[in-house]
T-cell receptor, first 118, second 109 residues
Framework: GAVVSQHPSRVICKSGTSVKIECRSL??????MFWYRQFPKKSLMLMAT?????????EQGVEKDKFLINHASLTLSTLTVTSAHPEDSSFYIC??????????????FGNGTRLTVT | GQNIDQPTEMTATEGAIVQINCTYQ??????LFWYQQHAGEAPTFLSY??LDGLEEKGRFSSFLSRSKGYSYLLLKELQMKDSASYLC??????????WGAGTKLIIKP
């Protein structure tokens, strides 16, 4: 089956530093990847849609200068949390849809990254 | 606005059957997904319904009524490993996924 690898799974960083999270589709290509944030006992919140070779599309209320997204190839998207603060602590999950799949094909998720900012 | 409702938490007994309901109001409809999410892990795909009726897949079945904006996930022969959150998500007219908050299912021996 389609596999999405997300790294790191856990990261602890100090306030003011930046953290990069990688999302790779291992056995398929994806022109579009999605970055979600999830708070405890809450729904997945779409942060942005990452588009290969072009700028990401950010959801309302998500600061694009704080959450930098780069989708440099058909198998890799990165999310960089810049100048992290404790309120950025959360569970971040990426997902991707197979380039050759239909628009209604299921998303494949990475295993998520637990970010803790101290 | 777009809205998906599902119960926050349900409890069931090992070996029993449980039905998790989901109602939705969205701008258009291109299908409904159910995902399973264990604590601290990413969601995994369970089922997809786009036509009315029941889709059966082993111990799990999913039902859809588009006219009622309603779906349910039916889990049979419950096992302890089924303890997880179950997320309902609807694909709207723009093929954007709208997520419910998830139902935490607790299985007791």
């Amino acid at each position: 089956g389609a596999v999405v690898s997300q790294h790191p799974s856990r990261v602890i960083c100090k306030s003011g530093t930046s953290v990069k999270i990688e999302c790779r589709s291992l056995d398929f290509q994806a022109t579009t990847m999605f970055w979600y944030r999830q708070f405890p006992k809450k729904s997945l919140m779409l942060m942005a849609t990452s588009n290969e070779g072009s700028k990401a599309t950010y959801e309302q209320g998500v600061e694009k200068d704080k959450f930098l997204i780069n989708h440099a190839s058909l198998t890799l998207s990165t999310l960089t949390v810049t100048s992290a603060h404790p309120e950025d602590s959360s569970f971040y999950i990426c997902s991707a849809r197979d380039l050759h799949g239909a628009d209604n094909s299921p998303l494949h998720f990475g295993n998520g990254t637990r970010l803790t900012v101290t | 606005g777009q809205n998906i409702d599902q119960p926050t938490e349900m409890t069931a007994t090992e070996g029993a059957i449980v039905q998790i309901n989901c109602t939705y109001q969205t701008s258009g409809f291109n299908g409904l997904f159910w995902y399973q999410q264990h604590a601290g892990e990413a969601p995994t795909f369970l089922s997809y319904n786009v036509l009315d009726g029941l889709e059966e897949k082993g111990r799990f079945s999913s039902f859809l009524s588009r006219s009622k904006g309603y779906s349910y996930l039916l889990l049979k022969e419950l096992q302890m490993k089924d303890s997880a959150s179950y997320l309902c998500a609807v694909l709207d007219s723009n093929y954007q996924l709208i997520w419910g908050a998830g139902t935490k299912l607790i299985i007791k021996p």
